[in-house]
């Protein structure tokens, strides 16, 4: 499940989790929405520090892609 994947791979220790950028503890389609936003800059997301969801060094469609792939199980 999500968050098993979650609790095993993506929980910082400070409890945050990588990829949610509205800072709500879930990881959803809406954290995508928003790192999508915050790279045309239209607005920056709750926590910007999570945005590189895949670990790449950089925040782009490919994290916000990432985050819908493992929502939809794919």
């Known amino acids: 499940s999500v968050r098993d994947w979650l609790d095993n791979t993506h929980t910082l220790s400070k409890g945050y989790i990588v990829g949610d950028m509205s800072n709500d503890g879930?990881?959803?389609e809406r954290d995508s929405s928003a790192i999508l936003k915050s790279i045309i800059c239209a607005e920056s997301g709750?926590?910007?520090l999570m945005a590189d969801?895949?670990?790449?060094g950089t925040v782009?469609?490919?994290d916000a892609?990432?985050?819908l792939k493992l929502i939809a199980g794919i």
């Open 26 to 28: 879930v990881l959803d």
């Open 46 to 48: 709750a926590n910007p």
């Open 53 to 56: 969801f895949n670990g790449d």
């Open 60 to 62: 782009n469609a490919l």
């Open 65 to 67: 892609s990432a985050i």
